[in-house]
């Protein structure tokens, strides 16, 4: 503890502090004058927000004095498969926590962002020029190449762990799928399958709604849409055994089959094959149903399940 000539607070300097199993690391607690709670510099260590309390309960409210937090950590663990190394912010604690930061997703893909509190939380927003290295390092999809993404992250209300999410990325190639692979295959699309082996199958926008918790993620509604193809997907991957269970529809040649997309799911045109895919994530079983190519987009539903609800 260092003190100032008048006797005022200058430093406290903790070699560590451990609280609740979501913190551990050095901490720095520097005096700001009469009245004022001391800023708190955290220089290294790791933090979890799985089980952090920020936000929640009674933190303080709209009047609540605002302290200053300077991050230097090693790790931050956001969720089991999802860990920021070298992360970086400056933040205002008070009723929730607010700022802005910067991190890599497993070392390797860097990443801007904020925070803000939301729903007893914190909600993040991430956005990155290179969306496929992203997805790699978060454990989420290994076939996409390149893209700009924003992903928000919103933390669901007495779920630990547990985060409602919105995709949104742009001018992404998905190359070396094997699922998208024998599903081409199925359906005989020739130039799409030396696409996807080739350059990648380009899709100028690609949005997702899901819920991710610590072992599955269960895409509600996503869809891709680029010029040679659209799909539309929802189900569950779970994150522990990397399998599957995934249903959609792909309508090839979009920039002429999606004129019918009006009556249709974002993603599907008039004329598309349903498919799903099952088991590992690696080598998925595909199966296609042919008779609903020849059923108009506005009754494709009578072909499919509802998507999944998170929970049930």
């Known amino acids: 503890m260092r003190l100032n000539d008048d006797g005022s607070l200058d430093a406290i300097e903790l070699e560590r502090v451990r609280a609740g199993g979501w913190l551990d690391a050095p901490v720095t607690l520097r005096g700001r004058g009469p009245g004022l709670p001391p800023a708190v510099r955290i220089g290294g260590g790791t933090v979890d927000l799985r089980s952090a309390p920020f936000g929640r309960g009674n933190t303080g409210g709209a009047g609540a004095e605002r302290v200053p937090l300077t991050l230097a950590?090693?790790?931050l663990q956001v969720s089991d498969s999802i860990r920021l190394a070298g992360f970086r912010a400056d933040l205002q604690s008070g009723a929730g926590l607010t700022g802005s930061f910067t991190a890599s997703v497993n070392g390797k893909s860097p990443i801007t962002g904020e925070v803000l509190p939301q729903a007893g939380g914190t909600a993040f927003r991430i956005r990155s020029d290179e969306a496929g290295k992203v997805f790699r390092e978060a454990g989420l999809l290994?076939?996409?190449a390149g893209g700009d993404m924003t992903l928000a992250l919103a933390p669901v209300s007495g779920q630990p762990g547990s985060y409602d999410g919105a995709l949104d990325v742009t001018n992404a190639r998905l190359r070396n799928a094997p699922g998208i692979a024998s599903l081409l295959d199925a359906i005989s699309i020739v130039g799409l399958l030396d696409q996807l082996e080739g350059p990648g199958i380009l899709f100028t926008e690609v949005e997702a709604r899901f819920r991710l918790t610590p072992d599955q993620l269960y895409l509600t509604r996503s869809s891709a849409t680029g010029p040679s193809m659209g799909i539309s997907l929802d189900g569950t991957y779970n994150l522990g055994t990397s399998r599957l269970d995934l249903q959609g529809v792909l309508s090839p040649?979009?920039?002429?089959?999606?004129?019918?997309?009006?009556l249709t799911r974002k993603g599907e045109g008039l004329i598309g094959f349903n498919f799903s895919l099952t088991g590992p994530a690696d080598q998925?079983?595909?199966?296609?149903?042919?008779?609903?190519?020849l059923t108009p987009g506005m009754f494709r539903e009578i072909f499919r399940r509802p998507a999944p609800v998170p929970g049930e």
């Open 284 to 293: 998925p079983n595909v199966g296609v149903n042919p008779l609903s190519a």
């Open 142 to 144: 290994k076939t996409v």
């Open 73 to 75: 950590l090693d790790s």
């Open 253 to 262: 040649i979009f920039f002429l089959n999606g004129i019918g997309s009006l």
